[in-house]
């Protein structure tokens, strides 16, 4: 027999869920702009969840992801409240829908190795309490991953969470330059750092955002920009994204640009030009980069000249030196930085994503933590390929986009602990919607 789902009243909706993450929300801002926040914030979610829109939740959520404006705002718990507003915004969804269907993959497979091998190092942790503390840090980007992958089931959400991820991002920038020139004007800028840091308040995180977002510009140029005034706009936007990843000053981020423009390049070799072009852009940038950011890259080949580059690598040597102590089971999950003093006069993660998972959870957790890198370059070549034979160029542009971003990624993630941050398991979510995409659209086609 079949019964009628029973629909939520949004009203009822609202006071069992609304207003306690309301008062939650207001308890949690600590200044005058976060309680501003804090009452904007869940009345935009609850309208969202009145409305019983599971698309625009998906764009509240991936703004909030790309500008950082709950870190920049300085609401403890901001992203997560307002990722609890998707979540329920998708099960609700799921609840009135007439066939609820839960999508998983081998991304989610290697998902599950991961946090397996992460839990078997916790059994021996000498300090158990931070193995918590990061385990309760994988579990939100676990549940972020499967909501993401499963609220996304059509492919125009995709281009429009694309324009929305550029659009935050190009927010946290501008608000990046407005607090740079404050700063210069108020005469802190010795306490400020001249390092545009964007809403995120960090300004690696802020590169590697704008990895992204340069990355699915420029494709977006080649593949799909056919009048003259979308090409101007496309290249003013590229020109504008690169130079604020430069004026982050980030190391990872500006070498992580240079692959990334080199795997442009090198995929549109057939034009010829690009490969012309990405010479002339390095010539020049070389000859126009302040003196400090130049000095800052140059110190790569000569890392025992630079404070940061030398305490890294002695980071490097204790990982190393844990690996080959601890190879199988590792020290224990999230406990390299409390031994990190032992190489260095500080407390600190080991800036190097392979060698910090190693060395905590063992060499098991490293294969699957790579190969969840790897198979998620294979999804995003599978759903290309497909897109193409289809003739979808605004996919082909994505899918293309974020695996050149993928592996840029990949490659600094030899530069930094970027393993539990939400920028990166976005693009591991991101590439099994288009996975998923492609499945979907050919189960339409077979029935």
Same mark, same amino acid.
């Given at each position: 027999m079949q019964t009628k789902p029973l629909a939520l009243p949004p009203f009822s909706f609202l006071l069992a869920v609304g207003l306690p993450l309301c008062l939650a929300v207001v308890y949690l801002a600590n200044s005058a702009l976060g309680l501003a926040a804090a009452a904007l914030i869940p009345l935009v979610a609850i309208g969202i969840s009145i409305l019983f829109s599971l698309p625009l939740?998906?764009? $509240?959520? *991936?703004?909030?992801?790309?500008?950082?404006?709950?870190?920049?705002?300085?609401?403890?718990?901001?992203?997560?409240? /307002?990722?609890?507003?998707?979540?329920?915004?998708?099960?609700?969804? %799921?609840?009135?829908s007439k066939e609820p269907n839960i999508y998983l993959d081998t991304n989610m497979l290697l998902i599950f190795l991961l946090m397996f091998f992460l839990v078997v190092s916790m059994i021996d942790a000498p300090w158990p309490q931070n193995s918590w503390a990061y385990l309760l840090q994988y579990s939100k980007l676990i549940l972020f991953f499967f909501i993401f992958t499963n609220a996304i089931?059509?492919?125009?959400?995709?281009?429009?969470?694309?324009? /929305?991820?550029?659009?935050? /991002?190009?927010?946290?920038?501008?608000?990046?330059?407005?607090?740079?020139?404050?700063?210069?004007?108020?005469?802190?800028?010795?306490?400020?750092? $001249?390092?545009?840091?964007?809403?995120?308040?960090?300004?690696?995180?802020?590169?590697?955002?704008?990895?992204?977002? *340069?990355?699915f510009l420029v494709y977006s140029f080649f593949l799909t920009a056919g009048k003259r005034r979308t090409k101007a706009l496309l290249l003013l936007l590229i020109a504008g994204s690169i130079l604020a990843l430069g004026a982050t000053m980030s190391r990872a981020g500006l070498i992580g640009l240079a692959l990334l423009l080199f795997l442009v390049a090198w995929d549109f070799r057939a034009r010829k030009w690009p490969i012309i072009a990405f010479a002339l852009f390095v010539i020049i940038g070389l000859l126009l980069l302040p003196p400090e950011i130049i000095e800052r890259l140059s110190m790569v080949f000569?890392?025992? %000249?630079?404070?940061?580059?030398?305490?890294?690598?002695?980071?490097?040597?204790?990982?190393?030196?844990?690996? %080959?102590?601890?190879?199988?089971?590792?020290?224990?999950?999230?406990?390299?930085? /409390?031994?990190?003093n032992q190489f260095i006069a500080k407390h600190l993660g080991t800036h190097n994503a392979y060698l910090e998972i190693w060395s905590e959870s063992g060499v098991f957790a490293f294969l699957a933590f790579v190969g969840l890198f790897?198979?998620?370059?294979?999804?995003?070549? %599978?759903?290309?390929?497909?897109?193409?034979?289809?003739?979808d160029l605004r996919l082909v542009a994505i899918g293309r986009s974020l695996r050149t971003s993928l592996l840029a990624l990949m490659f600094v993630a030899l530069f930094g602990s970027i393993q539990t941050y939400f920028v990166l398991w976005t693009l591991f979510a991101m590439a099994t919607v288009m996975s998923r995409l492609t499945v979907d659209e050919r189960t339409v086609q077979i029935s």
């Amino acid at each position: 027999m079949q019964t009628k789902p029973l629909a939520l009243p949004p009203f009822s909706f609202l006071l069992a869920v609304g207003l306690p993450l309301c008062l939650a929300v207001v308890y949690l801002a600590n200044s005058a702009l976060g309680l501003a926040a804090a009452a904007l914030i869940p009345l935009v979610a609850i309208g969202i969840s009145i409305l019983f829109s599971l698309p625009l939740s998906i764009y $509240l959520v *991936t703004f909030f992801l790309f500008s950082g404006i709950a870190w920049g705002l300085e609401l403890p718990g901001g992203f997560l409240l /307002v990722t609890l507003f998707f979540i329920a915004a998708w099960a609700i969804e %799921q609840f009135l829908s007439k066939e609820p269907n839960i999508y998983l993959d081998t991304n989610m497979l290697l998902i599950f190795l991961l946090m397996f091998f992460l839990v078997v190092s916790m059994i021996d942790a000498p300090w158990p309490q931070n193995s918590w503390a990061y385990l309760l840090q994988y579990s939100k980007l676990i549940l972020f991953f499967f909501i993401f992958t499963n609220a996304i089931t059509e492919k125009k959400l995709m281009h429009t969470l694309m324009i /929305v991820a550029t659009v935050s /991002v190009a927010i946290s920038v501008l608000y990046g330059v407005y607090a740079l020139l404050s700063a210069l004007g108020g005469g802190n800028i010795l306490e400020e750092g $001249l390092r545009l840091r964007g809403l995120t308040a960090n300004p690696n995180v802020l590169g590697y955002t704008l990895l992204i977002i *340069t990355s699915f510009l420029v494709y977006s140029f080649f593949l799909t920009a056919g009048k003259r005034r979308t090409k101007a706009l496309l290249l003013l936007l590229i020109a504008g994204s690169i130079l604020a990843l430069g004026a982050t000053m980030s190391r990872a981020g500006l070498i992580g640009l240079a692959l990334l423009l080199f795997l442009v390049a090198w995929d549109f070799r057939a034009r010829k030009w690009p490969i012309i072009a990405f010479a002339l852009f390095v010539i020049i940038g070389l000859l126009l980069l302040p003196p400090e950011i130049i000095e800052r890259l140059s110190m790569v080949f000569t890392p025992y %000249q630079d404070t940061s580059l030398r305490w890294r690598a002695r980071l490097y040597a204790g990982a190393i030196e844990l690996i %080959q102590a601890y190879p199988f089971n590792g020290l224990g999950m999230g406990n390299f930085i /409390v031994v990190s003093n032992q190489f260095i006069a500080k407390h600190l993660g080991t800036h190097n994503a392979y060698l910090e998972i190693w060395s905590e959870s063992g060499v098991f957790a490293f294969l699957a933590f790579v190969g969840l890198f790897l198979n998620s370059r294979r999804l995003l070549t %599978q759903a290309v390929r497909h897109f193409e034979r289809s003739g979808d160029l605004r996919l082909v542009a994505i899918g293309r986009s974020l695996r050149t971003s993928l592996l840029a990624l990949m490659f600094v993630a030899l530069f930094g602990s970027i393993q539990t941050y939400f920028v990166l398991w976005t693009l591991f979510a991101m590439a099994t919607v288009m996975s998923r995409l492609t499945v979907d659209e050919r189960t339409v086609q077979i029935s």
